[in-house]
């Protein structure tokens, strides 16, 4: 076993690698961008040292640096998580050419399998089931559109070194093609370096299912199990399974031996997966091979109780396979929701900013890698690369934890997740909590009735037109403001100042002004000797305090009791009760006197990002929907399109500009 190890990566998989590393004794090192010297994974390592600014090209991607970085500091070996150089069969032979071991397989594997086309084509020839499709080398667009229109339509566009959801487009008419395709490739050679895409028959609800496979230098292959991740959006990954419902042992056994054989096929060593689509009829199909450790990878430690990671170093050290394939069982079943900051009914647009409250659900601590299961009746695991009090910037991907749950069966599980999520709590930044609880509650997915295209098709149910509030929940967005003011008062002993509500003669009467993207709520308070009275049109209702301690109020509301945790954060209340999150803007009156009504005509980047294609010239007379510009943020491709008819009266950015969130990027006159 190795006394000390370089991890290549950052977020929650450094972490996630340190973990097991100090379990075994093993030192860890961690490298750092400028943007990330305060970052989980730097405290968690036994070492870091900075490697370069924040964007990644000129950090988390300079494999010479790293490589010195690991020869430095006296490192054996080097783990690259996922993404950035984990699949670079470049990197690899350079770590091997430095006498470093690369944790994971060797460069030939990478190469063989990191072009999605050469892989296709060596699946083919050891008998492998394909999608219909060109995965040649020819890349001429007039080429490409001809094949398209011969396998017919709809097709998939995808990257050939691509991954991630990224360099990824379905076309759905030839008259759509060459469009889509200036976008894949553009979106590749920013995210892979190399534009080359195939062409693929785009199959109507397909299943994602995926084989995990493990190797050793013995010559020693075996397959530990499935997962299912068939629900995603923009083709990433949301919520991932195992095992997956509806699996036979038969086709288990198929498909587990095929992903063996192509992993064999390639002189394979480490951690694997190979991911099939299957219809809905059981056959299945090649898709691709990603050659390092996924994402998803605890769904599969928590139904075999192995630790992955101690796998992939005990065999990168030279140990054989700790267990064979007849010894792998799979024990009940494991969910995984990816926590991201986004903004689901904004198109899953990333949003950064500050995690100034984080509240997670009560984890249960997993002895992995003793072949010990998850017995506990809340089986609730988080893997995070962040803190309260952390950012999540524009540089990386918008990740802030992956929750994990196993239950004895599937409906156990699923339990276990909605409950999870409803004790989710984050302020600061938009997130898909949510919605990933809506989703895990829908009746598609709670009866496993799932494919790719789930979101999608259940779109309206998934993202229900937002509904005014209760009265429970302004009632505790009142208390914790009135509280706060006692609280106040009190700290200052100034009578000036006081804000009790005391008067010689009457009841003081005030208004607290509350809005949602749903209703405005004009709150009357009457100011009482035990408490207040609230009142919203022609409702009203008698409150009380019973407890506060920190940002927790337990109140009564005419004599029922209601419990709540609020965090203001500048004029936003957050208000969380009853398993739900509800912001709610506050409007002091004071804070807004003499503000100007803001100016029209204009259209604002939605996120930090880089101008990547300006598609009007100035003067222009557009449609609705028509798109005007696009935007690049954390190597995802957004689309700005005109909100109604009208004229484009001036350009204010030009391509390769970079715009930060809320700019100006054009002028526009509605007809």
Request: proline letters at 5%; glycine letters at 8%; aromatic letters at 6%.
């Amino acid at each position: 076993m190795f006394t000390k190890i370089l991890i290549a990566n950052r977020g929650e998989i450094a972490c996630r690698v340190a973990a097991t590393a100090h379990r075994l004794g093993v030192k860890t090192v961690a490298v750092y961008s400028e943007a990330d010297a305060n970052a989980k994974h730097v405290a968690v390592c036994d070492e870091s040292v900075l490697i370069g600014p924040a964007p990644a090209k000129e950090s988390y991607l300079r494999a010479d640096k790293i490589i010195e970085v690991a020869l430095a500091t006296g490192a054996q070996a080097i783990h690259p998580g996922y993404g950035f150089l984990s699949e670079n069969e470049e990197f690899a032979e350079a770590c091997a050419k430095a006498g470093l071991v690369f944790i994971g397989p060797p460069a030939s594997a990478i190469r063989a399998m990191g072009s999605k086309s050469a892989a296709k084509a060596l699946m083919e020839k050891a008998d492998v089931p394909l999608v219909p499709g060109y995965h040649g080398d020819r890349q001429e667009a007039d080429f490409l559109q001809e094949q398209a229109d011969k396998i017919g339509y709809p097709v998939l566009l995808k990257a050939s070194a691509g991954g991630g959801g990224k360099g990824m487009r379905i076309v759905e008419k030839s008259a759509d093609f060459k469009a889509a395709l200036d976008s894949c490739k553009r979106e590749a050679i920013n995210s892979f370096g190399d534009d080359k895409v195939l062409v693929e028959k785009y199959l109507t609800r397909p299943r994602h299912i995926e084989i995990q496979v493990f190797a050793d230098t013995k010559g020693d292959c075996v397959y530990l199990f499935e997962r299912d991740c068939s629900v995603q959006r923009r083709h990433q990954k949301v919520l991932e399974e195992a095992p997956a419902p509806g699996m036979t042992s038969e086709r288990r056994c198929a498909m587990g031996e095929a992903a063996v054989a192509a992993a064999k096929a390639v002189g394979y060593v480490g951690a694997g997966t190979v991911e099939f689509i299957a219809n809905q009829d059981g056959s299945f199909y090649f898709m691709e091979m990603n050659t390092r450790l996924q994402v998803e990878h605890p769904v599969t430690e928590m139904i075999t109780g192995l630790d992955l990671v101690e796998w992939q170093l005990r065999v990168a050290s030279g140990e054989a396979l700790p267990k064979k394939q007849d010894e792998l069982k799979i024990h009940g079943h494991a969910l995984e929701a990816r926590i991201y900051a986004e903004n689901p009914e904004k198109g899953f647009l990333p949003s950064i900013g500050t995690l100034r409250h984080l509240c997670t659900p009560q984890a249960v601590s997993f002895e992995l890698g003793k072949g010990s299961i998850a017995t506990e009746p809340a089986a609730v695991r988080i893997d995070s690369g962040v803190r309260e009090g952390d950012a999540i910037s524009p540089f990386y991907d918008p990740m802030i934890a992956k929750l994990i749950v196993w239950g004895k069966d599937r409906a156990e599980a699923l339990g276990h997740m909605a409950q999870a999520l409803s004790e989710y709590q984050i302020v600061g930044l938009a997130t898909n909590v949510a919605f990933l609880k809506r989703l895990v509650e829908s009746q598609p997915f709670s009866h496993a009735d799932l494919d790719t295209g789930l979101i999608e098709r259940h779109h309206a149910a998934l993202f229900p037109p937002t509904q005014p509030v209760a009265m429970q929940v302004l009632a505790l967005a009142a208390a914790s403001l009135l509280t706060s003011e006692r609280s106040a008062d009190a700290a200052a002993n100034d009578p000036w100042a006081d804000t009790s509500g005391w008067r010689m003669n009457g009841t003081l009467l005030r208004q607290l002004d509350f809005a949602d993207e749903a209703s405005a709520y004009p709150v009357a308070v009457g100011y009482r000797d035990a408490g207040w009275s609230l009142t919203l049109g022609a409702d009203s209702s008698a409150m009380t305090l019973v407890e506060r301690k920190d940002d927790h109020l337990v109140i009564k509301l005419d004599g029922a009791t209601v419990r709540g945790t609020v965090v203001r954060d500048g004029e936003m209340f957050h208000v969380f009760t009853g398993g739900a999150h509800f912001p709610l803007n506050y409007n002091d009156p004071l804070a807004h006197a003499g503000e100007a009504e803001a100016e029209g005509g204009r259209l604002t980047a939605p996120m930090p990002g880089k101008i990547v294609a300006v598609l009007v010239d100035k003067g222009r007379s557009v449609e609705k929907g028509e798109p005007l510009l696009i935007m690049e943020a954390m190597k995802m491709e957004h689309t700005i399109a005109a909100p109604a008819n009208g004229t484009v009266e001036d350009l204010l950015y030009a391509v390769g500009d970079q715009v930060s969130e809320g700019a100006q990027l054009l002028a526009f006159k509605a007809a």
